[in-house]
């Protein structure tokens, strides 16, 4: 795969926003990961929201450049997911589907090149089938791209986003039109010093037909090697802040507050994933 193109549509924005939404949760989460002998690795989940529990357990094996996933719930739920990269050069290819649910099934195919990045996906494949197409053009620096999503049944766009994004080694920025141009979403994120400890996020979004707006900031901060303390806060007066601590290579402690001034009730959440 080419790292000099302009990457995925989706990615666009994307560090800006994980810092305000990655790994904050108001949940009891538990996941634990092992690795057989054949090479597979076995992750097991187990999630506590109010008063109602729920698992999951999920199975990958990578071999070359194949890897095939396949995940069951207590739902009775049963997902699985084939990647294969470099089918064609420069060209991955991703299928998934749900076992007795095939309206939620989906091909993608997805091709980077030095200057541009485009994919193409075909889901609901049972039923009205949709078509899904992204492309950016640019390079890792400056980007431009857009996403639409077509309906076959119907011959009708049921989607179509455009945006612009910006990334220097300290600083990013995008811009995104979304909802068929209805709504646009702005975002910004800056490091702080030469090291990198410290990083501030702004994220500023509008509805122009209902005239709402939404702004929030946000910011992480590495207190040490193993301790990312991270919050933030919108118009809307929600204040969010988690601290995770590092307990080995890949394995974390995540603990999570959130206040909300219209409920006046502090919701607590705890995360606790070890990995080999």
């Known amino acids: ?7 995925l549509f989706s990615d666009f924005g994307k560090n800006a926003k994980d810092i305000l939404t990655k790994d904050y949760s108001h949940n009891q989460k538990f996941t634990i990961a092992s690795r057989a002998d054949a090479g597979i690795d076995l992750t097991s989940t187990l999630v506590r929201k109010g008063g109602l529990s729920s698992g999951g357990v999920a199975a990958k094996y990578k071999y070359k ?12 739920n049963i997902s699985t997911t084939l990647t294969i990269s470099d089918v064609l050069p420069s060209t991955k290819a991703i299928a998934s589907w749900k076992l007795l649910d095939y309206s939620s099934s989906k091909i993608e195919v ?16 049972s039923k009205s089938p949709a078509l899904d197409i992204s492309a950016a053009i640019g390079t890792p620096h400056v980007a431009f791209g857009t996403e639409a999503s077509y309906s076959l049944a119907s011959g009708n766009f049921t989607k179509y986003n455009a945006g612009v994004s910006l990334k220097k ?5 995008s811009v995104i039109l979304t909802d068929k141009g209805d709504a646009v979403r702005a975002s910004f994120l800056h490091h702080l010093g030469q090291q990198k400890r410290g990083t501030a996020v702004g994220e500023i979004a509008r509805k122009f037909s209902t005239n709402e707006n939404t702004s929030t900031v946000g910011c992480s901060y590495s207190v040490n090697p193993q301790t990312v303390v991270k919050a933030k806060l919108n118009n809307h007066g929600n204040l969010g802040a988690l601290v995770q601590h ?6 974390f402690l995540t603990l999570c507050g959130n206040f909300d001034t ?7 959440g705890v995360m606790l994933s070890l990995m080999p």
Do not use: D, W
Not at 1 to 7: A, I
Not at 262 to 268: L, V
């Open 262 to 268: 219209m409920e006046k009730i502090p919701k607590f």
């Open 65 to 76: 450049k194949t890897i095939l996933g396949v995940r069951f719930n207590t739902q009775s």
């Open 169 to 173: 080694p300290n600083f990013s920025a």
């Open 246 to 251: 590092k307990l080995k290579s890949k394995s």
């Open 110 to 125: 997805q091709y980077f090149y030095e200057h541009a990045c485009f994919t193409t996906a075909v889901g609901s494949l």
């Open 1 to 7: 795969m080419s790292k000099k193109g302009p990457g």
